[in-house]
């Protein structure tokens, strides 16, 4: 019983850590989107990447949600949904600055 009292109350071990799973992707436009879901409780965190290959660069454009989902395949159908929209909705200017890789 001591150790879930630790475990819950953050003393004696390792705090949790949200773990990443198997990745998808989907190309769409001159994109490459990723589906990053992240495992949080027995629940999916929306998380994903929007790549666009620049030469020999390729620059990056990571999202993480506050979604949760019961199921990874409906995690990874959101991700898909959510990347297209910020694709959509910020255009060229997306990767105009030509950071490497940034948070949006």
Not at 12 to 39: Q, R, W
Not at 69 to 84: E, I, L, N, Q, Y
């Amino acid at each position: 019983m001591a150790s879930f009292f630790s475990k819950l109350f953050g003393r004696g071990g390792e705090p949790a850590s949200p773990a990443k799973i198997a990745e998808e992707t989907e190309a769409y436009n001159d994109l490459l989107l990723v589906a990053a879901p992240i495992a949080e409780g027995g629940q999916y965190r929306l998380a994903g990447r929007i790549e666009k290959r620049d030469g020999e660069r390729v620059l990056v454009r990571s999202f993480i949600r506050a979604d949760l989902f019961s199921s990874r395949d409906d995690t990874v159908g959101a991700t898909f949904r959510k990347a297209r929209q910020i694709a959509d909705q910020h255009g060229s200017s997306l990767f105009s600055d030509g950071t490497e890789s940034r948070q949006v």
